[in-house]
């Protein structure tokens, strides 16, 4: 069973910068596996913030925060990073890292496993 472990959100001050991670275990090989990040805020549904390719560490980051978020991964500690930056009061959400073995995908529902997130709270 693969299991997703997020880590590093907090409480920030508006222009502040985060770098929560994503840890992942129990897998046999992420060799065609796509690592996402998505965040859900109260009463919105989950929005998909970026993506990468664990083998070749391809990226495709969402228009709404390309400016200031970026996502990266350390391959030998099996871990993803989403670099916040410049963080405003409407990023305020909680983030999860969610995986599918397969290609890219932007919906939530084509993502099986999820982790159970982490809280960001930005004031302003």
């Known amino acids: 069973q693969v299991q997703l472990i997020e880590a590093g959100g907090g409480v920030v001050q508006a222009g502040d910068s985060l770098r929560p991670s994503c840890g992942v275990s129990?897998?046999?090989?992420?060799?065609?596996?796509?690592m996402a990040w998505f965040r859900q805020g109260p009463g919105t549904e989950r929005e998909f913030l970026a993506a990468?390719?664990?083998?070749?560490?391809?990226?495709y980051v969402a228009d709404s925060v390309k400016d200031r978020f970026t996502i990266s991964r350390d391959k030998a500690k099996n871990t993803v990073y989403l670099q916040m930056n410049n963080l405003k009061p409407e990023d305020a959400a909680r983030y999860y890292c969610?995986?599918?073995?397969?290609?890219?995908?932007?919906?939530?529902?084509?993502?099986?496993?999820w982790g159970q997130g982490t809280q960001v709270t930005v004031s302003s």
């Open positions: 969610a995986a599918r073995d397969g290609g890219l995908r932007v919906g939530a529902s084509d993502y099986p496993y």
């Open positions: 129990g897998h046999t090989s992420l060799s065609n596996y796509v």
């Open positions: 990468i390719n664990w083998s070749v560490g391809s990226t």
